[in-house]
T-cell receptor, first 115, second 114 residues
Framework: AQKITQTQPGMFVQEKEAVTLDCTYD???????LFWYKQPSSGEMIFLIYQGSYDQQNATEGRYSLNFQKARKSANLVISASQLGDSAMYFCAITLSGNTGKLIFGQGTTLQVKP | DTGVSQDPRHKITKRGQNVTFRCDPISEHNRLYWYRQTLGQGPEFLTYFQNEAQLEKSRLLSDRFSAERPKGSFSTLEIQRTEQGDSAMYLC????????????FGPGTRLLVL
């Protein structure tokens, strides 16, 4: 069964510093997609970044980058120059090619940015 | 606003009552997903539609739950005879099915069963 593990229940970072949120996954499927979503206290899930299993380059989207280490089955999210508005819950998720496209989520990491 | 919308945003009901939630996806999206999220957990898949066809249901979706997507547009999720364990956030997401499929979520409906 596919599984996503986020080992950090909570993280603190100083404003303007960079922070890395960990995510490891477990699948035997060679083709999959990895996603990161942000969930503020309002509850809406906001898409941040995507990495395909066959992508050669690490994905980047503005201040977000994904440190994809396929052999280690890890897909860590790096947020550079943290802002107060980055305080939220962050979820890593996986979807498999050829299936329904349903997302399997980890348990999330709460990030608090300190001024 | 062209994002995913959900109605109502909050619902409080008494145990045993029926509730219905609505989701309006992004207009050109052909896939629509329902997830349930309990406090402190990640969302869990419930069911999904491609156009009007319901193609998969999770075992989490007991027979008290039913979902529809008439004409492949909006979707409804109904819970009959609600139980306190149904209290959760119900999230809807939509996507356009292609090689890489990003799901965009609505604001969710928070259900509290008393």
């Amino acid at each position: 069964a596919q599984k996503i593990t986020q080992t950090q229940p909570g993280m603190f970072v100083q404003e303007k510093e960079a922070v890395t949120l960990d995510c490891t996954y477990d699948t035997s499927d060679p083709s999959y997609g990895l996603f990161w979503y942000k969930q503020p206290s309002s509850g809406e899930m906001i898409f941040l970044i995507y990495q395909g299993s066959y992508d050669q380059q690490n994905a980047t989207e503005g201040r977000y980058s994904l440190n994809f280490q396929k052999a280690r089955k890890s897909a860590n999210l790096v947020i550079s120059a943290s802002q107060l508005g980055d305080s939220a819950m962050y979820f890593c998720a996986i979807t498999l090619s050829g299936n329904t496209g349903k997302l399997i989520f980890g348990q999330g990491t709460t990030l608090q940015v300190k001024p | 606003d062209t994002g995913v919308s959900q109605d109502p945003r909050h619902k409080i009901t008494k145990r045993g009552q029926n509730v219905t939630f609505r989701c309006d996806p992004i207009s050109e999206h052909n896939r629509l997903y329902w997830y349930r999220q309990t406090l402190g957990q990640g969302p869990e898949f419930l069911t999904y539609f491609q156009n009007e066809a319901q193609l998969e249901k999770s075992r989490l979706l007991s027979d008290r739950f039913s979902a529809e997507r008439p004409k492949g547009s909006f979707s409804t999720l109904e819970i009959q005879r609600t139980e306190q364990g149904d209290s959760a956030m119900y999230l809807c997401a939509s996507s356009f099915y292609r090689t890489q499929e990003t799901q965009y979520f609505g604001p969710g409906t928070r259900l509290l069963v008393l």
